[in-house]
């Protein structure tokens, strides 16, 4: 079925007003018509899905009678901040729709010392907004509970800051010890743990920086013998957690 995203004010005596880009894409695009089922999730806390039809069309929304609360769930039972090293070109976009649909929570942009991308201030608040379009793209493509949140782009040490709230930090590096180690580590994260993981960018961390994670109390990994690109590392890093916390 398909999916909206909606906020709690849309919703009203067992309604739901779908207005905007998403009334035009169900009416003009999908073609939904009258009777026909699909899913809105409302963004509250903790957010709630539905299974919705259109009563009607009319100037300019959907109105969407709700028939029951979904009672599946398509969240991971961890909540996961991907520190992403702000890598090159449109990489950084590809690497977002792929973590929202492998159940990322958070994505936050890291400058590190061999990103090479520098973020233009005056340019910033564009490239959020699209940047955070695209996670909500993906998180309605995959049936997403929530729509993930972009953050803006980050240095380093506040990072490493920030992610000093997560439970459990992992930093894949080629120099950890083998797969085995990082089987245990993985296996070892419990639901309801908060996870931070930091990405290098196409250069890899710095020692420094390797350093000062570990410091942190970051648990090096490793993702195999072979290097991995920054965006193949991100996408391999959340699918071995995925299969380890999906239940």
Avoid at 126 to 153: H, Y
Wanted: aromatic fraction near 8%.
């Amino acid at each position: 079925m398909y999916q909206f995203f909606i906020d709690s004010s849309q919703i009203s005596d067992g309604h739901a007003i779908i207005t905007g880009s998403d009334y035009n894409h169900m009416k003009n695009v999908l073609r939904i018509k009258p009777g026909e089922q699909f899913y809105i999730a409302v963004q509250s806390q903790p957010p709630v899905k539905y299974i919705c039809t259109v009563d009607a069309y009319v100037e300019q929304c959907a109105d969407c009678r709700i028939l029951s609360e979904a009672a599946e769930t398509h969240e991971l039972p961890c909540s996961i901040t991907l520190y992403q090293g702000l890598p090159k070109a449109d990489k950084l976009e590809w690497i977002i729709e792929k973590a929202v649909e492998l159940g990322v929570d958070r994505i936050v942009p890291v400058s590190m010392e061999r990103s090479v991308v520098k973020i233009d201030a005056k340019k910033a608040d564009a490239k959020l907004s699209r940047w955070q379009n695209i996670a909500q793209a993906a998180a309605k493509q995959s049936k997403r509970d929530r729509i993930p949140e972009v953050c803006p782009v980050l240095s380093f040490k506040e990072a490493l800051k920030q992610a000093d709230e997560a439970q459990v930090k992992f930093l894949p590096y080629e120099n950890a010890r083998g797969m085995a180690a990082t089987r245990e580590i993985l296996g070892a994260v419990k639901q309801g743990e908060r996870i931070a993981v930091f990405i290098g960018p196409e250069g890899g961390f710095s020692e420094k920086e390797v350093n000062q994670a570990l410091a942190a109390g970051f648990a090096a990994v490793t993702l195999g013998q072979r290097i991995l690109r920054t965006e193949t590392a991100a996408v391999a890093v959340l699918a071995m957690l995925a299969y380890e916390l999906e239940t």
